[in-house]
């Protein structure tokens, strides 16, 4: 019998970030829509909804976080509590260490995110990494990714990762993992990455005005968490 394959989306969000008005008591439904066996919740800079989600469907959801340091955003997925946004990288990563967390990169050369790196400023935290995000569905320009993808080559990264950043329900599932089924912890999630597959598929331009209208409705406080 062939193993076993899981589709795996590795970068969700949910309403719990500002720019996102996904309700978490959606995802079970969307996941069955989307054939997605695992989903990891990494709402940026907050734990709430990806644990909560986790307790109530473990076998569905990873708890992870996107988080924000001080040079740009990290990805950790099996989180057990809240970090605080706005570290120094090194500091950022021995909290999310403490805690067990598999960690990568976000979408690190996109050139119109906040949240992107220097290569300055990537280069000495490699050896801490687990992975690097080198797809992205949401980046406007696929050469970001190529060069994230060029980037990871060069310095012998052996696990690049991708996602679908998804922020509507739409995006759930666009740009999955292909993973070996793996034991729903930390280390038999990072031993499935070392044999998985990415699948790319940009998401369209458009996703990000629905991004932009859900950070004026959550400013406007039309909807809340």
């Known amino acids: 019998m062939p193993p076993l394959t899981w589709t795996v989306e590795l970068h969700a969000h949910t309403i719990y970030s500002k720019d996102c008005l996904l309700k978490p008591e959606r995802i079970p439904e969307l996941c069955r829509e989307k054939g997605l066996d695992r989903v990891a919740i990494t709402d940026h800079d907050e734990v709430a909804a990806g644990l909560e989600l986790a307790r109530l469907h473990p076998m569905l ?60 400023d990537l280069i000495p935290i490699l050896r801490q990494l687990d992975c690097i ?57 990072r031993q499935a990455l070392a044999e998985s597959e990415r699948v790319e598929n940009l998401s369209s331009k458009m996703v990000h005005v629905a991004t932009t209208w859900a ?9 809340r968490p």
């Open 61 to 120: 959801v990873i708890p992870g976080l996107e988080i924000m340091t001080t040079r740009g955003e990290l990805l950790a997925w099996y989180v057990r509590g809240p970090v605080a946004p706005g570290l120094p990288p090194a500091e950022t990563i021995s909290r999310l260490r403490d805690q067990g967390a598999v960690i990568g990169v976000a979408h690190p050369f996109d050139r119109y995110r906040r949240g992107a790196w220097k290569e300055a």
């Open 215 to 223: 950070k004026w409705v959550r400013r406007l406080g039309i909807v």
């Open 133 to 189: 995000e080198v797809f992205n569905a949401r980046c406007i320009s696929n050469e970001d990714n190529e060069r994230a993808y060029r980037f990871a080559l060069d310095q012998g990264i052996p696990i690049m990762t991708g996602g679908s950043d998804a922020h509507t329900a739409r995006e759930y599932g666009h740009a999955p993992m292909r993973m070996p089924a793996f034991a729903n912890n930390a280390n038999g999630f």
